[in-house]
């Protein structure tokens, strides 16, 4: 990864170079190497089927969806206007977040304005100096930049080895120790050992940490997740964090644990304290998805029989989510076939270095609840020509 984040920063003659002369070389590097990126505009009323987004159950454009942001918006305007604890949080807030405790199984539950910010708040403020956090190598880049951020002690071990996780916990000094992992992993859609890894936790006196990003409303009885797949829902010494934002359709980041837990965060989480609230609209919206997905248990179902549909179409194996990988291994010729897709208004994602390692350059395909039979097939057809036509297949 060292490597990789050369590349992309741009490796420079600070010697000779002041200020920020050195942008325009690192740029040209980043280009040669592959790893340029520029977001292309995306245009009102110019549609593309998106299997590139997160919105794993098709919610974000949902008119029930849309209307609890509207009701939220009429009732407590477009933002929060600062922490919650300087202004008060709204009763759309702690309505929502009793709800989604409820619905995941746990006691309570803290809304962040991101996910991102709800694993470093949560990082942060459960571990510190003095303390051991063991993580692995699949980890997101939230829990990445938590754990930095911590100043705890970090033991990184390979991805899904809960035999590596408990020698770390058994071999240490520190009396407190967090295990971090996402229960899905991000890049490739596989999940991760969570019962293995509780036990390993519990065994040695540590907390587990779980990220359920990719894995609420996808995996589990009714989309609870993959830790209430493992039947560890509410458990002792077990904190999840979640997201609104991909199968909820809408924004924001949530951690679930004790009321102790939300007690804590409250009090020592940064990203909670100093951040502006979550804004009115995307609690609404969230709320309202959370309210579907209540009442249609089978959307997870509906998801992962496309998924599969769609990977036996592309000639992969049978996906453990919502998320299929290509993996192509140049840069830029994952470049070229998402380009291609593009062009036959098929939007897939990319992925490159530094987000996976060298040599897997990829395409992140993200199949969703609310694609029929016959978009998925020309959506294989289109994926399979365009990497025909790259040659990468």
Not at 208 to 216: G, I, Q, R, S
């Amino acid at each position: 990864m060292t490597a990789g984040h050369d590349v992309v920063r741009g490796a420079t003659d600070e010697a000779t170079e002041a200020g920020l002369d050195w942008l325009p070389a690192a740029a040209a590097a980043r280009a040669a190497a592959g790893l340029h990126r520029e977001p292309f505009v995306r245009e009102p009323g110019v549609e593309l089927i998106n299997l590139a987004a997160n919105d794993y159950l098709g919610l974000s454009r949902d008119p029930r969806v849309i209307a609890g942001a509207h009701r939220a918006i009429d009732d407590w305007g477009t933002g929060s206007t600062a922490s919650r604890l300087v202004v008060g949080t709204t009763r759309l807030h702690t309505d929502f977040e009793d709800e989604i405790a409820a619905f995941l199984g746990f006691d309570a539950a803290l809304a962040f304005s991101s996910g991102y910010l709800a694993n470093v708040g949560a990082i942060c403020g459960l571990a510190g100096r003095g303390d051991l956090i063991v993580s692995d190598t699949g980890t997101h880049a939230s829990l990445i930049d938590g754990c930095r951020l911590s100043r705890a002690r970090v033991v990184v071990v390979d991805r899904g080895d809960h035999a590596a996780v408990a020698q770390v916990l058994a071999d240490r000094a520190e009396a407190r120790a967090l295990v971090v992992t996402d229960s899905v992993y991000s890049i490739d859609g596989e999940p991760a050992p969570v019962a293995e890894l509780y036990a390993a936790a519990r065994a040695h006196g540590a907390v587990l940490l779980v990220d359920e990003a990719h894995a609420f409303g996808v995996r589990g009885p009714g989309g609870r997740g993959l830790i209430a797949d493992a039947g560890l829902s509410g458990a002792p010494d077990l904190v999840v964090t979640a997201v609104m934002s991909k199968s909820l359709g809408a924004q924001g980041g949530v951690v679930l644990g004790s009321a102790d837990v939300r007690a804590q965060l409250i009090d020592c989480a940064r990203t909670f304290i100093f951040d502006t609230g979550l804004n009115p609209a995307a609690v609404g919206a969230a709320r309202a998805a959370l309210a579907v997905l209540t009442g249609q248990p089978q959307l997870p179902d509906a998801l992962a029989a496309n998924a599969r549909r769609l990977a036996t179409r592309l000639g992969l194996p049978e996906p453990a989510s919502a998320v299929i990988s290509v993996i192509i291994g140049d840069p830029q010729r994952a470049v070229a076939v998402a380009g291609a897709c593009r062009e036959r208004g098929v939007l897939v994602g990319c992925f490159r270095p530094p987000s996976v390692p060298a040599g897997t350059s990829r395409l992140r395909i993200t199949v969703r609840a609310d694609l029929d039979d016959d978009t998925i097939d020309r959506v294989a057809d289109i994926i399979n020509g365009a990497l025909a036509e790259v040659g990468a297949r």
